[in-house]
């Protein structure tokens, strides 16, 4: 932990609450080194309520208060509100953009080309330590911002810098991904219940094996395919639901999904 890193966040909703909470549940920060504004009142209660960190009225006392200002408002008031706090922004702050689309280009034009920026696409697992993130340095940024940035992201899950060009493709898997699984949760364990489960028993179920599967493809290293040849016995279970889900076109409604999210982050940031 460093006792000198403060962060705000300029938007208090879903996205700044997730990475705050990661922030100090990591020990990274502790709460008093967080602030956050908001426009909506509930969205600054819920803040402070789950994070312990100090709300503010205004978007300028939270550049004032803190070295880290991450930009966490919806894509298309990101301009506004950078227009809003340049003024207050100096060389002593990092910004941070976690909007989907907003390119590093935009940022500069709303915040000042001479400011150091930095895009980041995170994702909601942030807040249980499991977050998957990409990330590009602006043009002014330096090594040890991007070294920051990769120490924070890193505190609470996985963080790649990748070229901007990439960055909305990071955003239409892990980015928008959380949701595309929850899905998927969702739909195992109504299966399990069409098959006879009580639904809290098929929930956990669903969920642990999403999680057991993930762990085997990361800590094994083994291509997915060869760890699903080896649940699949001839002529067995397996087979049989593989074979329903090829016919459903699982896989290609994945890659539509992930595509079609890229392509919404690309009409976002105006390309
Ligand atoms: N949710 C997610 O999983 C992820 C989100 N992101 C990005 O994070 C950003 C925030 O998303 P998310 O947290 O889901 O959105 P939320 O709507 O939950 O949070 C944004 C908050 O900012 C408030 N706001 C709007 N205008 C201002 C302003 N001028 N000053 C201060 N606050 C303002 C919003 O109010 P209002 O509702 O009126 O807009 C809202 O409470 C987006 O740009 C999104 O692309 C990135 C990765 C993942
Ligand atoms: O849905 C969205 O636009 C945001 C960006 C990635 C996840 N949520």
Redesign the pocket.
Known sequence: MSDSLTIGF?????????LARGFVAAGLVTADQLSA????E??RRRFAEETGGTTCET?REVVERSGVVV?????Q??G??LA?VQDALGPEHLVI??????TLESLANNAGGERRLVR?????PALVQAGAAGFALGGAATAEDGELVARLLGSVGVAYQVPESLLDAV?GLS??G??YVFQIIEGLADGGVRAGLPRDVAQALAAQTLLGAARMVLETGEHPAVLKDAVASPGGTTIAGLHALERHGVRGALIDAVMDATCRARE?GGS
């Open positions: 300029l938007g208090a909703g879903r996205m700044a609450t997730a504004s908001d426009v909506i509930d969205a978007n930009v966490a408002v919806k894509p008031y990101v506004t509100v809003e953009s976690i909007a989907a689309g907003v980041v696409m995170p994702n909601t955003t980015g928008s959380p949701a976002l």
